[in-house]
Structures are given as C-alpha cells and as structure tokens.
C-alpha cells in the first residue's frame, strides 16, 4: 500500500473532516440563541397594542391621560399601540395597574395569532374577550360572578333579535339606575 492511500484511508477525503469551532484562546464557546423571527415579534407588538388600545378606550381614557399615569408621551403611547415600539415589561404591568386588569389581559388577544406554539395549534380554543371589571369598593363580593354568568348567558342566546331585546333591557335599566342615583344626590 502507498503511503498517499494509507493517509486517506485514516482520515478520510479532506471535505468531510468535521471543522473545528472557531474560537479564540480563552473564550468558551457559547451556543446560539434562537430568536424569534422578526415578523412574529412585530404581530406579537402590534397585538399588544391593539389590546392596550381596546382597553384604554373601555376606561373612557385618552392617549394624553394614560401617557401621563405610565410617564411617557402622547407619542409613546401612539408607538405602542401601533406595535412600532416594544413595550417593557415593566411599562406593561404598570399599564394593566391603570387599566384594571391583569398583565395577562394585555396578551390574551394573541391567542390564534400566527407564531404562537406549535404545541397551541393543535388544541382549538376560545377566543378571549378581555372586560375590564370596575367593582365600585361598595359593591358585593359576587359582582364579578355575577357579571360572568351575565355574559354566558347571553352568549347561549342563539336568536340575534332576541339579543338584541337584552342589550335593549340591559340599556334602559341601566339607564333607570343612573338617574336614580343622580335624583338622590
């Protein structure tokens, strides 16, 4: 045997010898962190936003007011709602404190989004309805279990006009309630 066979047979053709990792002396090789592609990360800001956004308006808040109880501008919080900035973890916990509801609700509107995980696209859930609950301190414990019992109840209702007819009673008594109140101020 020649010593040219003899070498490729012991180390095999030169293009299929495993490369080394190129490092410098000193410096532990770190593995890669995989990132999320930018695309999910902009549907994950913007759904963030449009959910900051429903929920400002639900509390009767403008964009001035709630930028004033965050500390940030009127602009940063056009930003945030549009998804063009990422919003800190800490300015979103604040904004749930504001805003009556948990952190959670904030990210509740990403359900079914594209880049959720792979093991969410097998089970098919509900969508989420995030309401803020503004319980006055002087009202009774079971305000909020009522208030749910209220919604799946209209939520059985399959008949549109006859929700209809319900949002229509619920409008009046409400409607009752408020002059009530203010004719014993």
């Not at 009767?60 to 004033?68: F, I, P, V």
């Not at 009522?146 to 209702?157: F, G, K, M």
Request: hydrophobic fraction near 35%.
């Amino acid at each position: 045997m020649s010593r040219r066979q003899d070498q490729s047979r012991d180390d095999g053709p030169p293009n299929n010898r495993p490369k080394a990792p190129a490092t410098r002396p000193g410096k532990p090789i770190r593995p890669r962190i995989r990132r999320a592609p930018e695309d999910t990360a902009k549907l994950i800001e913007a759904g963030l936003g449009t959910t900051l956004k429903q929920l400002r308006l639900s509390q009767g808040l403008n964009q001035t007011e709630l930028g004033r109880r965050l500390g940030v501008s009127l602009q940063q919080i056009q930003k945030y709602e549009s998804g063009r900035d990422r919003m800190a973890a800490s300015t979103a916990y604040r904004a749930a404190e504001i805003l009556g509801v948990e952190v959670g609700a904030l990210y509740a509107g990403l359900r079914g989004r594209p880049g959720r995980s792979r093991g969410a696209a097998k089970t098919k859930k509900n969508p989420i309805l995030v309401v803020p609950l503004t319980v006055s301190p002087r009202a009774a414990p079971a305000r909020e279990g009522e208030l749910i019992d209220l919604i799946r109840s209209y939520q059985a209702i399959a008949n549109a006009p006859d929700r209809t007819l319900v949002r229509k009673l619920l409008k009046r008594l409400s409607a009752a309630s408020t002059r009530t109140k203010a004719a014993a101020r």
